[in-house]
């Protein structure tokens, strides 16, 4: 799940699509604990030049920003969110680790 929380890997993983490989540099999320793990968030600039991106993102600014955070629930669920501040466009991914047995999930 280290992948999950890992600021940087945007930039990189998704220099084809929204990533900034030029300004690698991760945004510092703010880190909240909660009852049931810990809450991240932060406004972080993404690239917007994909034909269509757009209709997405709400603005034609070849860079936009997106709100995200990351939600961690003890033990093995991660909730990703994502919202498009022009277009108010929410994008929700749900991460749960499996125990397969004591070795792999």
């Known amino acids: 799940m280290e ?15 929204f990533g900034m490989i030029d300004k690698p540099r991760p945004v ?12 991240t968030e932060g406004l972080v600039p993404v690239a917007n030049t ?3 991106a757009d209709r997405i993102t709400g603005s034609k600014e070849a860079v936009t920003k997106r709100n995200l955070s990351n939600e961690w629930f003890l033990t093995a669920v991660r909730k990703f969110g994502c ?11 749900y991460n ?3 125990p397969i047995d004591d070795e792999h999930i």
């Open 28 to 39: 510092i999320y703010d880190l909240i604990p909660t009852p049931t793990g810990f809450h």
């Open 83 to 93: 919202v498009y501040p022009d277009s108010g466009i929410h994008h929700i991914i």
């Open 50 to 52: 994909m034909p269509g």
């Open 3 to 17: 992948n999950s929380f890992d600021a940087a890997h945007f930039n990189f993983v998704h220099k084809a699509t």
């Open 96 to 98: 749960c680790a499996t």
